[in-house]
């Protein structure tokens, strides 16, 4: 039973464009979420994150947008540039009651084309 | 600042054998979280690890099993290698067990033949 999907595997954007990635979860009790970038040959990178008492969080070209009655969160790049080309992937915390344990999506690869 | 550190990077095991993973956390954490990642799958929690006790587990059997040192690092073990333990294992520190932001290591790639 995956409690978060990300159902696109991946995302093709033109550099300069905007790229929305696309996270939905299933588990009410999730209170906590986040997004993390990877590149190949390293782990996952902190990107941002949002708690459920917000819809948006910013920080520079980085905006997550949570609508928790759709249980939907997005992940925006404006404007998307070569470096973010990356497996990104959205993780959900049940805070105290699930022990702060982050269960995760089986990621999206975003490619930006040139 | 050292960020985490995993080691070795790239280990090949047989059936049946056993292999020892080992962390290092970002210096100023206190909790260690292991992660088993296949391939074209998110991370799978593992364990977690705080004041050297394990604090936390997922759905893994017993064959998985760490330790965490007075240092705060880590490591896993795994005994009885079946082929599907094949996967990327990942560690990652936070400042507190319940601080959801973890900074993970690059990784050692399991492969069970």
């Known amino acids: 039973d995956q409690q978060v999907k990300q159902n696109s595997p991946s995302l093709s954007v033109q550099e300069g464009r905007i790229s929305i990635l696309n996270c939905d979860y299933t588990?009410?009790?999730?209170?906590?979420f986040l997004w993390y970038k990877k590149y190949p040959a390293e782990g996952p990178t902190f990107l941002i994150s949002?708690?459920?008492i917000k819809d948006k969080n910013e920080d520079g070209r980085f905006t997550v947008f949570l609508n928790k009655s759709a249980k939907h969160l997005s992940l925006h790049i404006v404007p998307s540039q070569p470096g973010d080309s990356a497996v990104y992937f959205c993780?959900?915390?049940?805070?105290?009651?699930?022990?702060?344990?982050?269960?995760w999506g089986a990621g999206t690869k975003l490619i930006i084309k040139p | 600042d050292a960020g985490v550190t995993q080691s070795p990077t790239h280990l090949i095991k047989t059936r049946g054998q056993q292999v020892t993973l080992r962390c290092s956390p970002k210096?100023?954490?206190?909790?260690v979280s292991w992660y088993q990642q296949a391939l074209g799958q998110g991370p799978q929690f593992i364990f977690q690890?705080?004041?050297?006790?394990?604090?936390q587990r997922g759905n893994f059997p017993d064959r998985f099993s760490g330790h965490q040192f007075p240092n705060y690092s880590s490591e896993l073990n795994v005994n009885a290698l079946l082929l599907g333990d094949s996967a990327l294992y990942l560690c990652?520190?936070?400042?507190?067990?319940?601080?959801?932001?973890?900074?993970f290591g690059p990784g050692t790639r399991l492969l069970v033949l």
């Open positions: 990652a520190s936070s400042l507190t067990p319940g601080y959801e932001t973890q900074y």
């Open positions: 210096s100023g954490h206190d909790t």
């Open positions: 690890y705080y004041e050297e006790e394990e604090r």
């Open positions: 588990n009410s009790m999730f209170d906590y």
């Open positions: 949002i708690s459920s």
């Open positions: 993780a959900a915390s049940g805070g105290v009651d699930s022990n702060y344990q982050l269960i």
